[in-house]
């Protein structure tokens, strides 16, 4: 009889012990599960505030809409005030979705585009900031911002991407120092997407793209002689349509 009681207090430890250690592992694992979902939380929230920064009426009514192609080309003085129901003129289109603002042109030299309208002096500083998706296919070259001057000579730098009509493509800076000049090509970042800062100060200019690359220029002294200003949207070099997603705006 005693042995069997003894046999029984055993069983019961070991099983008590069996118990405890399931808890334990148990709360382990939920412990683990928690920390990823959390890990897992945070990164989609960061990546979302990134990403999806929504364009104001505010933001784009800093500007003007410049749409269609040569002397039929039409302005609206303040385009955040059409994001419902869009523009439209001369094969060319603008409309806001999802929170990002939508370009379209269909042909050679079409465009649709905002143009800052404060312009700045030589000696200001100033900074253009924004993320632009390309998702045109075929598209051969689309300028999505500019540094330009209202002196009637040309922009003085385009950002321009450049398909290679496999549905990716290349973002390049085609810039000029002088009114008259050549413009010099050079090679920013390859894909169809990137956020893009372009820095003025007292005529020095920064280019740079979310890679770390980085171009940079002098603006000879007096090579233009008016007013300085932004421009973001699509303006097509060649032929065909093109479809350019703006947003995370600062101007």
Same mark, same amino acid.
């Given at each position: =009889?005693?042995?069997? =009681?003894?046999?029984? !207090?055993?069983?019961?430890?070991?099983?008590?012990?069996?118990? @405890?250690?399931? $808890?334990?592992?148990?709360? =382990?694992?939920?412990?683990?599960?928690?920390?990823? +979902?959390? /890990?897992?939380?945070?990164? %989609?929230?960061?990546? $979302?505030? $990134?990403?999806?920064?929504? @364009? &104001?009426?505010?933001? /784009?009514?800093?500007?003007?809409?410049?749409?269609?192609?040569? #002397?039929? =080309?039409?302005? @609206? /003085?303040?385009?955040?005030?059409?994001?419902?129901?869009?523009?439209?003129?001369? &094969?060319?289109?603008?409309?806001?979705? +999802?929170?990002?603002?939508?370009?379209?042109?269909?042909?050679?030299?079409? !465009?649709?585009?905002? !143009?800052?309208?404060?312009?700045?002096? %030589?000696?200001?500083?100033?900074?253009?900031? /924004?993320?632009v998706n390309v998702t045109s296919k075929g598209m051969g070259r689309v300028s999505v911002m500019q540094l330009h001057n209202d002196s009637?000579?040309?922009?003085?730098?385009?950002?321009?991407?450049?398909?290679?009509?496999?549905?990716? *493509?290349?973002?390049?800076?085609?810039?000029?120092?002088?009114?008259?000049?050549? +413009? @010099?090509?050079?090679?920013?970042?390859?894909? $169809?997407? #990137?956020?893009?800062?372009?820095?003025?100060?007292? !005529? *020095?200019?920064?280019? &740079?793209? +979310?890679?770390?690359?980085?171009?940079?220029?002098?603006?000879?002294n007096n090579g233009w002689k008016g007013k300085y200003y932004w421009k973001t949207g699509a303006y097509n070099q060649t032929g065909g %349509?093109?479809?350019?997603?703006?947003?995370?705006?600062?101007?």
């Amino acid at each position: =009889m005693k042995k069997r =009681m003894i046999k029984n !207090r055993k069983s019961y430890s070991g099983l008590l012990r069996l118990g @405890v250690l399931s $808890t334990s592992f148990l709360l =382990m694992l939920g412990n683990l599960s928690c920390s990823k +979902d959390e /890990a897992d939380a945070e990164v %989609q929230i960061n990546e $979302t505030a $990134t990403t999806n920064a929504k @364009v &104001s009426s505010s933001t /784009a009514n800093k500007a003007k809409l410049q749409i269609g192609k040569g #002397g039929s =080309m039409k302005e @609206v /003085a303040t385009p955040g005030n059409h994001f419902k129901k869009g523009v439209h003129h001369n &094969s060319a289109n603008f409309f806001k979705k +999802d929170g990002k603002l939508v370009f379209k042109a269909n042909g050679k030299l079409n !465009r649709s585009e905002l !143009r800052y309208k404060n312009g700045f002096s %030589q000696d200001a500083k100033k900074t253009f900031k /924004a993320s632009v998706n390309v998702t045109s296919k075929g598209m051969g070259r689309v300028s999505v911002m500019q540094l330009h001057n209202d002196s009637n000579q040309g922009p003085i730098l385009k950002l321009q991407y450049r398909s290679d009509g496999k549905g990716s *493509g290349t973002f390049g800076v085609l810039y000029r120092k002088k009114a008259g000049n050549k +413009d @010099v090509y050079k090679h920013l970042k390859t894909g $169809t997407s #990137g956020t893009f800062k372009i820095s003025f100060n007292k !005529r *020095g200019v920064v280019v &740079s793209g +979310d890679n770390n690359n980085k171009i940079s220029f002098t603006i000879n002294n007096n090579g233009w002689k008016g007013k300085y200003y932004w421009k973001t949207g699509a303006y097509n070099q060649t032929g065909g %349509q093109s479809r350019v997603l703006v947003n995370n705006i600062s101007w």
